[in-house]
């Protein structure tokens, strides 16, 4: 009670593998985790571990001061594995690479090549539908796909992850500032969570690229009349309202404002939201423990014993398993050649609008560096994946 009132206790649910069923050799659990900020000293703070439940009908809960630390040690893993799945499969596959694939084909269709609104966008949608067409050949392919046997939840169910996904997805609802205000944190940071980097590093990215998709409309498009009488942009809203069904997205724009939010939204997600999800694998997946694709036993019966170190290496991946993560997360965090400090797709349409944004992504670049140097110096992390310099301008990789 007192950590709910004092706004430090935070709950991890991941109800997304709940229906799900066990796969070949390969175990999961969909558990709860409850963290709460933890006071240090000299006015500092962090989040700790207050309790793991693993699935939502056991009675029993893993701590960290429990007597059995290894049974909680395999508890942090299965939830790390649980974490991962979701992450890859809901935001990452789901949400980010397909997500803006509809937008990129619609753009293709819809909007006349040469116009401005074309000039803005199709940086955005650079390599996409390769590295899409290249993951459904692969990675879900319909036969002999790799997550099939590297993931614990299987191909099947992480496509079902995927399609329950798009079924609570909302174009609107599911902007950088609405999905952080579901989960409880804003820009005002009335959450009260200290040194959360991509809340606050992403709302200085957020507003800039809201600045610049909003001198771009007021530049390009002098009345709300001219963009509702705009033969591309009705196509186009039409397009992916009621062709590609992009949930939440508006069949009709029709006044300037709307449509400098919408653009906001596409370019968000198309750079920084997949950038943020993306490169920090290697960071996360690069030492697999931290991160497993899969667990290969259970958490053993509670028989008033604690676990040996042996079990848990033996739930682990084997070494070839393991190589191909640590691989393959090494190939996925490469840095793209083509990045948003380094764009300028309205240097012809609108230079004054190009160099505005620019000098906000400088200022940017300059606020986060100096508060990394600082980490650094502090023996701390630093957070990197909202820097322009580190965001690609589209889903390439």
Known sequence: EELLKEKRLFILDYK??????????????APVMLV????????ESHLNVLGIQLSPDSDVVYTPDMEHKNRYHLAKLFVASADHQVHEFKWHLGLSHLGIEAIAISVHNCLSPGTPIRALLEPHFKDTIGIN??????????EYPFTDHTFAIGTKQALKVVSDAWKEYDF?????????????????????????????????????IGEYTKDFVDHVYKTDQAV???????????????????????????????LAHVLQIIIWNASAF??????????????????????????????GKDISPEYIEQCLPSKLLALFQVAFSWILSAPSDDVLADIHSLETVYPGGNEKFHKLLDEMTEKITARNKKLKEAGKAPYIFCLPKYVAMSVNI
Do not use: C
Request: cysteine-free; hydrophobic content about 35%; charged content about 25%.
């Open 228 to 258: 509702a009488e705009n033969a591309d942009i009705k196509k186009w809203a039409d397009e992916v309202a009621n062709v590609a069904k992009v949930p939440g997205f508006p069949a009709k724009i029709e006044t300037k404002q709307l």
């Open 172 to 208: 609107f609802k599911f902007s950088f500032p609405e999905q952080l205000k579901a989960r409880g944190f804003d820009e005002q940071k009335s959450d009260g969570l200290d040194n959360y980097y991509y809340r606050d590093d992403g709302f200085l990215l957020w507003n800039a």
């Open 36 to 43: 709460y900020k933890e006071l240090l000293p000299n006015n």
């Open 274 to 303: 997949h950038s943020v999800v993306n490169f920090p694998q290697w960071t996360y997946l690069g030492f697999m423990p931290n991160r497993p694709n899969a667990l290969y036993n259970v958490m053993p019966p509670e028989d």
């Open 133 to 142: 067409y290249t993951a459904r050949q692969t990675l879900v392919a319909k």
């Open 16 to 29: 997304e593998l709940r229906d799900l069923k066990q796969h070949e050799n390969m175990y999961f659990y």
